[in-house]
């Protein structure tokens, strides 16, 4: 089995191309970091760091780099049968162009074995939105073909992967928590479902992404937020502080409630479930900056993420949300002079004021209560 990852960077290495490498498959990362495809190519191995009480350092083998911008692309998507991606919701338009050309070739080549792509991303539904990228590129001619030969698999990834230590000086290295989670949806794949030891397989995917998003990352997003605001570099200082972490808890119990009721997830087994979030984010073997959590805020704060999606449940089951509130108002207060999106936002705010910035963002009702309550917080927080 051949499998090409579009991503070599954290989760990448860290997660998704080490569980296809140990799987015994063969993997070739595709990227744009000319430092990590160097490296990968010289080495054809990389050190992953798995730290927590018993620490071990766990080598990846066998593996291989193309630039993603290269016609390499296409001849590897003609060919292999697994196509994983882990390189940020904003670049999967980007990579789309490729794979459509790869699918067109593969398809031209009358290469007619099963080709699952699966977009290991932190949103709602990846995979899907990349195919609506492909069919976009793809001339109509290929699509009946597409829609009889390669799956588009949707799923929920979760593994706290900062960048390495500073200091070290292997663009390769990766440090891990010994925790992870991939669960993918079986309904939407072509051909055998694949055995790949740490790829769970679900016929009730929403659920779990739901609950991984809007649980973890939700919680992690106002850590990073609230933690900023309180000076604290990284989301463990962060979460030790007993104001941040009520905060945290209560909004990913808001969050919970929601998903209670919309999915009939046993309370207690949730509330266990949020525990073991904030003893990792604890994890004193981690160094995750509040910086790279809390990047990119607008999206964070769009419609159908972390903390917007969460808050419109509070209001279709009328439950509580002061502190989804609390957690959107210190997202407003994000600063980050290396975030173009961290700059976007305090050009929106010098320019509309807060009420308005944030109905153009998250596409809530400017006049909305739940925008009043927001507007409130983050003055009552400056
Ligand atoms: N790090 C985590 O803890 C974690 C956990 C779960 C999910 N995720 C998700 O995984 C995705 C990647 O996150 P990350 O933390 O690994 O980020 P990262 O920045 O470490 O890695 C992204 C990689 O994509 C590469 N890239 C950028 N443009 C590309 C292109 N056009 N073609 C190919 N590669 C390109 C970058 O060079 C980089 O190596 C995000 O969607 C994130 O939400 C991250
Ligand atoms: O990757 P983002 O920017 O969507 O979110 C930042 C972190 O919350 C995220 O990367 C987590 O570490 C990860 O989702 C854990 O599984």
Not at 155 to 164: L, W, Y
Not at 257 to 263: G, P, Q, W
Not at 302 to 314: F, H, N, Q, V, Y
């Amino acid at each position: 089995m051949k499998a090409l990852h579009f991503g070599a960077g954290n989760i990448g290495r860290g997660f998704i191309g080490k569980l296809l490498a140990d799987a015994g498959i063969e993997l070739v990362f595709a990227d744009v970091n000319q430092v990590v495809l160097d490296a990968l190519n010289a080495r054809h191995e990389y050190p992953v760091h798995v730290v927590g009480e018993q620490a071990k350092v766990e080598i990846v083998t066998g593996v291989s780099a193309v630039n993603s911008t290269s016609d390499d692309i296409v001849t590897l998507i003609a060919e292999v049968d697994i196509v994983t991606t882990a390189v940020g919701p904003q670049i999967l338009e980007r990579i789309a162009g490729g794979v459509a050309k790869g699918l067109a070739k593969r398809s031209d080549s009358g290469n007619v074995r099963p080709l699952n792509i699966i977009a290991c991303e932190n949103m709602v539904r990846g995979t899907s939105q990349l195919k609506q990228h492909v069919l976009n590129a793809l001339p109509e001619q290929y699509h009946a073909w597409v829609e009889a030969h390669v799956g588009f698999v949707d799923s929920a990834v979760d593994r706290i992967v900062p960048p390495s230590e500073a200091g070290t000086t292997d663009p390769l290295e990766v440090t891990v928590e010994t925790f992870s989670e991939w669960i993918v949806d079986k309904t939407q794949f072509k051909g055998e479902l694949p055995n790949i030891p740490g790829m769970e397989l679900t016929d009730n995917l929403m659920a779990f992404v739901e609950r991984k998003l809007f649980t973890l990352n939700t919680g992690h997003a106002i850590t990073a937020y609230l933690g900023q605001l309180a000076g604290h570099a990284t989301i463990r200082d962060a979460i030790l502080d007993e104001k941040v972490r009520a905060v945290v808890q209560g909004a990913m119990q808001e969050s919970g409630a929601v998903l209670i009721k919309r999915y009939g997830f046993e309370a207690d087994k949730h509330a266990a479930y949020i525990q073991k979030i904030l003893s990792r984010f604890e994890n004193p073997y981690l160094k995750d900056d509040v910086e790279r959590v809390g990047r990119q805020p607008l999206r964070k704060l769009s419609a159908g993420d972390r903390l917007i999606k969460p808050t419109l449940g509070t209001l279709e089951y009328q439950l509580p949300h002061d502190n989804l509130v609390q957690g959107i108002a210190a997202a407003m207060h994000y600063r980050s002079e290396a975030d173009p999106q961290a700059q976007e936002l305090v050009a929106l705010l010098a320019e509309k004021g807060p009420q308005a910035t944030l109905a153009e963002i998250s596409g809530l009702d400017a006049d909305s209560e739940v925008v009043t309550s927001v507007v409130s917080a983050y003055n009552a927080m400056a």
